[in-house]
Nanobody, 126 residues
Framework: QVQLVESGGGLVQAGGSLRVSCAASGRTFSSYALGWFRQAPGKEREFVAAISWRGGNTAYADSVKGRVTISRDDARNTVYLQMNSLKPEDTAVYYC???????????????????WGQGTQVTVSS
């Protein structure tokens, strides 16, 4: 079992930056593929970014590519999402997700993940 707890959300002006974090319990964090998804009011949950086992590869949604960076610190059992040049359309609840993996392929589909955090709200004002 893996428990995920997001933090770092908040209110930021358009053009600003924010880093959200996700801390995981468990001793095998390095064995997991990790991802970030988001859900805006009235919309379906959508993929944002993913990082493979051991951080070998990353993947990003087209809507955030070039503005967002996913990273992991296996020593701290934490995955990060650094978001720059934020836009009002980035406003959403951001969720981290994890699934056991032994491949270097980032997982971009929500149904590929077994564990989810409770989410952290990110609001970008115009």
């Amino acid at each position: 079992q893996v428990q995920l707890v997001e933090s770092g959300g908040g209110l930021v002006q358009a053009g600003g930056s924010l880093r959200v974090s996700c801390a995981a319990s468990g001793r095998t964090f390095s064995s997991y593929a990790l991802g970030w998804f988001r859900q805006a009011p009235g919309k379906e949950r959508e993929f944002v970014a993913a990082i493979s086992w051991r951080g070998g590869n990353t993947a990003y949604a087209d809507s955030v590519k070039g503005r967002v960076t996913i990273s992991r610190d296996d020593a701290r059992n934490t995955v990060y999402l650094q978001m720059n040049s934020l836009k009002p359309e980035d406003t959403a609840v951001y969720y981290c997700a994890a699934s056991w993996s032994r491949t270097f392929t980032p997982r971009t589909m929500s149904d590929e993940y077994d564990y989810w955090g409770q989410g952290t709200q990110v609001t970008v004002s115009s």
